[in-house]
């Protein structure tokens, strides 16, 4: 082992024996600008405006979109009956989320609900708890991730809502966007509101009728030497652009045929690099009680599979893309289907990370039906070795289907399928405009 070392390796001066005063330093940021940018409406909702749009743009900067949130209050109207959300963090409370650079769209997540539920299933407990602390918070300390109830707002009453959406590649993208090409329409963002039982849980006890107001979006912005920023229009001037890679979602619903217990989902879409496909199921929402199954019965909280039983069989997956099949045996069991969607996150190898979903509510302990079962297929060919852009291409018209076996029982059959491609874009930005590229 010493001689490998001592051939392989150079010593390095630890960090505590460095007094260097220079370090790491960032001297061309001049100052960071912290901006509040109000909504186009003053107030949305279920009964209300459906849509909320903020308009950003800071033409002497370079936006800092990683400090970017949303802030709205909750407004319970009903004069005798609390409401209860559907989720603590407050993605429940919106369905679309449109990203537009210089009037360019660069993302459309639909279902956005339900999408930012499966995300928020896939971190620790403690972040799970935190993103809930700044929306409607937390009534049960339960870690499981299919359990969390969100503390309802009292007839009359309001509450605060920070929230950040864990979907969007351009708001995680990690770079600046420079304010001088994103021309007078700036970065739009629209958020669109579902309808009130998407919402809040829709039971005679509870209400219906609430609003949104004081919508607010706030960001930072850098402002850089005048010299730094000069550079950057002289390269955009002379017809050079600045590309962005980010990655962002395809969410597709399809309904089902609930006599099947195996189900194939078939899409096509041209995506360059497609790096991960995720499957879930829901059923059909029943009727809504005024517990707990009033909650996770609704679609943006169901993420169904049938009891794993010897009489409804183990759960078996494959996708194939232009008939080719991935991968080349049938995914078997929970067990595995868990292994895989671990690795497909990037924790399966990590001792750092982790996920929110126990083995009961993914469906491994027999006598219960799964509450967070998702099956994930990972398709980058060197993603976990530093490549990027290594996902499958079905440019040239090709077909995704995603096979589903024993999925559902004699009982209990699925009715919907819930598929979210997670695909590798870039955003081109240039003196003329902003273009995206998928």
């Avoid at 009903?78 to 360019?104: E, F, G, T, Y």
């Avoid at 972040?127 to 969100?150: C, Q, V």
């Avoid at 995506?271 to 059909?284: G, I």
Wanted: a negative charge; aromatic letters at 8%.
């Amino acid at each position: 082992m010493e001689s490998i070392l001592s051939a392989g390796g150079q010593d390095f001066l630890l960090p505590g024996l460095s007094y260097d005063l220079s370090g790491d330093q960032a001297s061309y940021v001049h100052s960071r600008r912290q901006s509040q940018i109000n909504s186009n409406v003053p107030t949305a909702g279920p009964g209300d405006v459906r849509q909320v749009t903020f308009n950003i743009a800071d033409p002497s900067g370079f936006l800092d979109l990683s400090s970017l949130c949303f802030q709205w209050t909750v407004k319970n109207t009903h004069a005798s009956l609390a409401m209860q959300p559907l989720s603590a963090v407050p993605h429940c409370c919106w369905s679309r989320v449109i990203i537009s650079i210089s009037s360019a769209i660069a993302e459309d997540i639909q279902y956005v609900a339900r999408l930012e539920e499966m995300l928020n299933r896939f971190l620790p407990y403690e972040k799970r708890r935190a993103a809930a602390a700044m929306g409607f918070g937390l009534t049960s300390s339960s870690e499981n991730g299919a359990d969390h109830l969100a503390r309802p707002i009292a007839a009359g009453g309001e509450k605060k809502m920070i929230w950040r959406p864990l979907s969007s590649g351009i708001l995680n993208s990690g770079k600046l966007f420079p304010g001088m090409l994103l021309g007078a329409s700036g970065l739009k963002i629209t958020l669109e509101v579902p309808a009130a039982s998407e919402i809040a849980r829709n039971h005679a006890n509870d209400s219906q009728t609430f609003n949104y107001k004081e919508l607010i979006c706030h960001v930072d912005s850098l402002q850089l030497e005048e010299s730094i920023s000069s550079q950057y229009a002289n390269m955009l001037l002379s017809g050079r652009s600045i590309m962005i890679p980010y990655q962002t979602w395809d969410n597709t619903l399809q309904h089902l045929a609930v006599t099947s217990g195996s189900q194939t989902c078939t899409i096509s879409k041209n995506f360059t690099r497609l790096a991960t496909v995720f499957a879930s199921l829901a059923q059909e929402e029943p009727t809504v009680t005024a517990d707990l199954a009033g909650i996770q019965g609704k679609l943006q909280n169901n993420f169904y599979l049938c009891d794993q039983t010897v009489a409804n069989g183990a759960v078996e997956s494959y996708i194939t893309i232009n008939n080719k099949r991935m991968p080349d045996f049938n995914t078997i069991g929970t067990e595995m289907h868990y292994k895989r969607l671990l690795s497909a996150m990037g924790t399966y190898s990590s001792i750092a990370h982790g996920s929110n979903i126990d083995d009961v509510a993914y469906g491994c302990v027999v006598g219960t039906a799964a509450k967070s079962w998702i099956a994930a297929f990972d398709l980058e060919k060197a993603a976990h070795h530093g490549a990027t852009s290594s996902g499958e291409s079905l440019a040239t018209g090709g077909i995704l289907s995603v096979n589903l076996l024993r999925v559902g029982s004699a009982a209990a059959s699925p009715s919907r399928a819930y598929i979210d491609c997670l695909y590798d874009c870039v955003a081109e930005l240039k003196d003329s405009g902003c273009f995206s590229y998928s």
